[in-house]
């Protein structure tokens, strides 16, 4: 298994885990591969180093540097953090979100967590309706089951 640091043409960095070499430029062409912060498939390998266990090494680390690099990490583990609990405690009710929101806000139905699609437009009119509506943009890949 090969861990390979990768980068979307938004800089989100993360890791990806493949077979082999191969593996990776065979997804990569078919488009498998997509960052998951943002979905995006322009996906360059970033330089790393190779990961050696040394058993004999038993002095700790010392700590990197906290800089804009991590702090970035953090804000898009958090964000990620956020994404995956809004998508395992809501449900998903897809282009009719619109209207099965004004029913709960409306007392027709029992209140509960809900996301799906909504156009500017439509998003506008709930919250001038005093609905509260927030657009949160979910990568593909979070979408399907997580492997």
């Known amino acids: 298994m090969k861990v390979i640091d990768l980068r979307c043409a938004n800089d989100h960095r993360f890791e990806g885990w493949f ?12 488009g498998l591969v997509q960052c998951p912060v943002c979905g995006d498939a322009a996906i360059t390998r970033m330089p790393s180093a190779p990961r050696l266990n040394v058993s004999g090494l038993r002095s700790e680390p010392s700590p990197a540097p906290a800089g804009a690099d991590d702090s970035k990490r953090q804000l898009q583990s958090l964000w990620l953090r956020t994404v995956r609990h809004m998508m395992e405690n809501t449900e998903d009710v897809g282009e009719r979100f619109p209207e099965e929101a004004r029913r709960i806000h409306y007392g027709e139905v029992e209140e509960r ?6 156009s500017p437009d439509e998003a506008q009119a709930l ?3 005093g609905i509260d509506v927030l657009a949160l943009p979910v990568p593909d890949a979070l979408k399907g089951p997580v492997q």
């Open 19 to 30: 077979a082999s070499e191969d593996e990776l430029q065979a997804q990569g062409a078919r």
């Open 127 to 129: 919250r001038d309706e």
């Open 113 to 118: 967590g809900i996301r799906g699609q909504a």
